[in-house]
């Protein structure tokens, strides 16, 4: 079922006191419609669930998230529904608890937050969650004893708002690009340390996304500045691939894939974040990930040095990825615009979005019918529609003679442009 609509750019709390508290359909359960044959013999039908009867604007805002450093800056375009979730770069203020509440209240279905946090140098949450250990550290121990150390950390998370953690590191090495992020250069050892974290995570109720998927640990090139080459995909199969296999078999629910070519997996030129042989064929088919899948955030230079973001998460979810990863609240409204394009015209088949949506939807508690947020987001599209008209009327009182504004001769808006700006330099940065 399709229905389209275009998230609106305004949202009134009014909205969703009217149409009901979208969040209550963490415990919505699918009511049994029952029928009766010409032969009175009584049949039952399951009602569609919640991902096929959002309308085509809200399905593409739960396969998007945007990464922020301020999470005020957030609360907009999740208030509007164009987005389903949003993560933090930089060191958060110690009140973070407060300012997550309120950025994600009043909003048409539950928000996904996350955070990267590693431990060692990569940590968001340090002023309110305490330290962490790096990943190098806490394989000095057993991955129980890391386990256990996370465990407690997470704890700290889920209580502070935070719902998803884009940790742990399956890579396979040190190199210059990940450090002490790695559990190290054994490919058996660093699976075992990551599942051990992953589970932690999931048991404090955080969901974890294991990456970089399939493993960029043999690299010295940064994906936040161009596109790495890895080794070919025979090799990366009995080493990088290996070290994300008992996760996956353990059923973590979340893998994060890199912007990494891949000799005879991926085109040449291509990312795996953007390839359906290696999303869908490699990571879904040959390895039997069942999960949600995510992009590295779409801001890196391996990916807009060749192409706007917007044109990114639509490559990303039609070759098989759940979440396109967005940088900066800037290119939101455009991605969401172009993916709820490509759903209703049919550019991405609905079957293959209402079984991502689906995932997205189950990861956050929600199964079965969500009348209510389906509601709201009827609510948005009406909202759009009047405040579209009641401007297109304004642009009309009066003829344009085209003698104010700048008319130097281009009709170029900037919306043909093949390349986005590079807003992710490093996943280091303060």
């Known amino acids: ?52 009867t959002l309308p085509t604007g809200a399905q593409a805002s739960q396969l998007l998230m945007v990464m922020v450093e301020d999470p005020n800056s957030a609360a907009e375009p999740i208030r509007q529904g164009i987005i389903g979730g949003f993560g933090l770069k930089g060191n958060q203020r110690s009140d973070i608890a407060e300012i997550l509440a309120e950025v ?19 940590q968001r949450l340090r002023y309110s969650a305490g330290r962490l ?3 190098r550290d806490l394989a000095e121990g057993s991955p129980s004893e890391a386990a256990a150390v996370v465990g407690e950390h997470a704890e700290r998370m889920a209580e502070l708002g935070v719902t998803m953690n884009f940790a742990p590191v399956a890579d ?52 936040h500045e161009t596109l790495p080459v890895l080794a070919p995909v025979d090799e990366l199969r009995a080493s990088d691939m290996a070290a994300f296999e008992p996760a996956i078999s353990g059923g973590v629910p979340a893998v994060m894939v890199a912007h990494a070519e891949v000799p005879g997996l991926t085109a040449q030129g291509e990312p795996a974040s953007l390839s359906r042989p290696a999303i869908t064929e490699e990571l879904r088919g040959r390895q039997g990930f069942e999960g949600v ?25 039609s070759a098989g990825a759940d979440i396109a990863l967005l940088s900066g609240t800037d290119v939101v409204s455009d991605a969401h615009d172009q993916l709820t394009a490509a759903i209703d015209e049919g550019r991405i088949p609905e079957e293959q979005v209402e079984a991502s949506v689906r995932r997205v939807l189950a990861m956050k508690g929600i199964e079965g019918e ?16 009047e405040n579209s008209a009641n401007s297109s009327e304004d642009d009309g009182s009066s003829e344009d003679d085209g003698s104010s504004g700048d008319n130097s001769g281009s009709e170029d808006d900037g919306s043909t442009a093949t390349t986005g700006e590079v807003v992710d330099n490093g996943i280091n940065e303060p």
């Not at 599942?195 to 493993?215: L, M, Q």
Request: net charge negative; glycine share 10%.
């Open 370 to 385: 969500c009348l209510d947020a389906v509601s709201a987001f009827g609510a948005l599209g009406r909202l759009e529609s």
């Open 133 to 135: 250990a790096s990943a």
């Open 104 to 122: 994600t209240a009043e909003v048409p279905l539950p928000a996904t937050v996350a955070v990267d946090e590693e431990g060692g140098t990569v």
């Open 1 to 52: 079922m399709r229905v389209p609509y275009s998230g609106s750019r305004v949202l009134l709390v009014a909205v969703l006191a009217a149409t009901g508290c979208a969040g209550t359909s963490r415990t919505q359960v699918a009511t049994d419609a029952t029928t009766t044959t010409a032969s009175t013999a009584p049949t039952t039908t399951t009602p569609p669930d919640c991902a096929a």
């Open 172 to 223: 396979v090495g040190d190199n210059q690009v990940l450090g002490s992020r790695t559990f190290g250069d054994d490919p058996a050892l660093v699976g075992q340390f990551a599942a051990a974290v992953a589970r932690a995570n999931s048991d404090a109720g955080v969901t974890p996304v294991v990456k970089h998927w399939p493993g960029i640990g043999g690299t010295e090139v940064d994906p």
């Open 293 to 317: 899948v995510i992009t590295d955030s779409l801001g890196m230079g391996a990916v807009v040095n060749k192409m706007t973001q917007a044109d990114a998460a639509e490559t990303a979810i």
